[in-house]
């Protein structure tokens, strides 16, 4: 049976286009469902307060660092959404006083302008705003080296990094189109107009220019720039599957305000089950070894009628 179109954009492929049977399934979970999720591979976690929802974030961080020697340089993929727990980051590594000469940093994604990453000048760029809630708040004496800082601008050295330091976990947060980093559904076009890649052809993407789903653009200027779909980029570079993969652990945090309570059920109940499809890309993490979901409990919400 073919797939409907999106309501959302219908030239492009996302969840819209899923069976309504796993849609209905997502809206009837409770909190305490969420919970039950957990199977080996795949832990769900509930804060109750912000405080330990992005304390816990940002000492994912100093955990990853720790594990930096010498011998075996390691670190973390961070996100730009959640930027919370970025300056908590430089505060604890101030505070404990952690050497990061052999810690690794690397970007998630960067907006593409004009055909090339956004440089740091420009006032939307991620690398720009990591460095400024985080990297240029730690002591002089404490910071990593610039070459340990790694950001996807185009080079292939970015992707090949993955192979030479140990990538302890990739961390970010989830979009609206329920996309880690800019990882988006495809354009609903050439050999995928009619049905959309496989999870085995999406996991072969690597780090990439790519073009923005509409849904991402609105998020992005909601979350970003006050509702000015204007000021947003529709291009990307991202971090792809094929280096997600490297990472030991993928950890998702869910604040609230990038993506909503039903989106927030969706992706947790398709990788509980394994139900991986490419319409949602997050649900291909149904696939790797250690994933975890944290919430925090007020954002939770409920999937149900309210007029506002």
């Known amino acids: 049976m073919p797939r409907p179109l999106s309501k959302l954009a219908p030239a492009w492929w996302d969840y819209t286009t899923l069976d ?17 999720l957990s199977r080996p591979g795949f832990t769900v976690r509930i804060y109750d ?17 720790r594990q930096a020697t010498p011998d075996n340089p390691a670190g973390i993929c961070g996100p730009i959404g959640p930027t919370e727990q970025l300056p908590l980051v430089a505060r604890i590594v101030n505070a404990i006083g952690l050497n990061l000469a052999h810690a ?34 730690i002591a002089r004496d404490l910071r990593m080296p610039a070459q ?8 292939a050295d970015y992707s090949r990094s ?19 980093a800019f990882n988006d559904p495809l354009p609903r076009e050439g050999r995928y107009k009619h049905q959309p890649p ?55 945090w869910h604040p609230g305000h990038h993506d909503n309570p039903f989106g927030m059920r969706l992706t947790a109940l398709m ?11 997050m649900s291909l993490l149904a696939d790797h070894p250690n994933v975890q979901f944290s919430y925090l409990r007020p954002a939770i919400g409920s999937v149900a009628v309210e007029m506002h």
């Open 20 to 36: 309504k049977d796993i849609l209905e399934d997502a809206a009837r979970l409770k909190p305490k469902d969420l919970l039950q």
């Open 198 to 252: 496989t999870p085995a052809e999406y996991r072969q993407l690597k780090t990439r220019r790519v073009k923005l789903h509409p849904v991402t653009i609105t998020q992005n200027a909601r979350t970003s720039g006050g509702g000015n779909v204007s000021l947003v980029p529709t291009e990307a570079m991202t971090v792809g599957p094929q280096e997600t993969w490297k990472a030991g652990k993928v950890s998702i």
């Open 49 to 65: 307060t912000q405080e330990e929802f992005y304390t816990a974030e940002a000492l994912e961080y100093i955990e990853a660092w």
């Open 104 to 137: 690794h940093f690397w970007g998630m994604d960067e907006w593409v302008i004009n055909g090339k990453a956004a440089p740091e000048s420009h006032p939307l760029s991620f690398a720009r705003c990591d460095k400024a809630l985080c990297f240029n708040r």
């Open 271 to 281: 990788i509980s089950k394994r139900l991986a499809d490419a319409v949602v890309p």
């Open 162 to 180: 993955y192979d030479a330091v140990r990538c302890v976990l990739m961390q970010g947060g989830q979009g609206e189109i329920k996309h880690w």
């Open 148 to 155: 340990n800082l790694h950001f996807p601008t185009g080079s």
